[in-house]
């Protein structure tokens, strides 16, 4: 993909009548970085350039829409595979146990987050990684977007990744998407002690079709999971977090708790009290949503 992308740039230019240099002049690159991607060598092009270079060719999206392949080829098969289902997929749970998953995270935590690998190359390759991030959450305010239900654990909120600003801007942020018809989150407190997912995250898509597929990962790893009878041990576990966490109302508090650095302000219930809520919230049907501390509603907002 990424000598097809770079075939194109130079078909594109040659019929400009533009020089290496000259089309690097426009985009605000040197011309060897032009060569470097005609050639398929070097870093790939980041979102930004390949914009710029379709704007600068009159490309009419043409290499916009090839870029997002060609990000991937960086990735292992079933990581690539992972991608693919997730842009597909009409519902997405997740359980993150250690940072905000990437469909909810600010540009600023992004970076930070992804700043931390030590397999990183460099600016150029963070700022592309980062592009990539914010281009896939475009899908949440698309006209197909997928419902996205989503388990924090509690290290989530405590972690400042980024430092304290940019934890704040998160927090205010993770507020703001659950306020979405489409958007729920959930937090699992510490005092839930042990379970089946520790130590990585995991999600579960639905796929138009209605079949499904789950995806663990942890620092360094990750593992996609097809074959139908391991998809369903994997949704029972996710079933259980859900019944362990906070209902939405509850977990949002401690998400405001955590931005005023009040970690423990929250008004927690009982686990006698959760666990009559968590009834009621595995117990919906699948035409409805949860909304306010776990009572169904219909597809309808309420009047306030």
Do not use: C
């Not at 993909?1 to 194109?8: H, I, Q, V």
């Not at 250690?98 to 930070?112: C, F, I, N, S, W």
């Not at 130590?199 to 942890?218: C, K």
């Amino acid at each position: 993909m990424a000598a097809l992308f770079g075939s194109r740039v130079r078909r594109l230019r040659m019929a400009a009548g533009l020089t290496q240099p000259e089309l690097g002049a426009k985009v605000h690159v040197v011309g060897t970085r032009i060569t470097q991607i005609e050639r398929a060598s070097g870093a790939k092009p980041t979102f930004a350039l390949a914009r710029a270079l379709d704007i600068a060719l009159g490309a009419d999206d043409l290499l916009i829409d090839l870029w997002p392949y060609v990000y991937r080829e960086a990735f292992p098969n079933w990581s690539r595979k992972f991608m693919e289902y997730s842009a597909r997929a009409v519902a997405i749970r997740q359980y993150a146990a250690h940072v905000v998953p990437g469909l909810l995270q600010t540009e600023d935590y992004a970076r930070a987050v992804l700043s931390l690998d030590a397999l990183l190359d460099g600016e150029e390759q963070l700022e592309e990684r980062v592009d990539a991030r914010m281009g896939r959450q475009e899908r949440l305010s698309s006209p197909d977007r997928p419902e996205l239900w989503v388990i924090l654990d509690e290290a989530v909120l405590r972690r400042p990744v980024g430092g304290q600003a940019v934890m704040r801007k998160q927090l205010a942020s993770l507020l703001d998407a659950a306020a979405e018809r489409h958007i729920a989150v959930q937090v699992l407190p510490f005092d839930q002690g042990g379970h089946e997912a520790m130590g990585g995250s995991l999600t579960i898509l639905t796929l138009p079709d209605g079949s499904e597929v789950a995806y663990t990962e942890g620092s360094d790893y990750g593992q996609l999971i097809e074959e139908p009878a391991d998809v369903s041990r994997y949704k029972v576990i996710y079933d259980r977090l859900r019944a362990a966490a906070l209902p939405p109302v509850m977990s949002l508090d401690m998400i405001r708790s955590a931005m005023e650095g009040n970690y423990r302000g929250a008004n927690l219930p009982s686990r006698s009290e959760r666990r009559r809520l968590a009834q009621e919230q595995l117990q919906q049907s699948s035409g409805g949503r949860l909304r306010r501390g776990g009572r169904r509603v219909a597809g309808r907002r309420p009047r306030p």
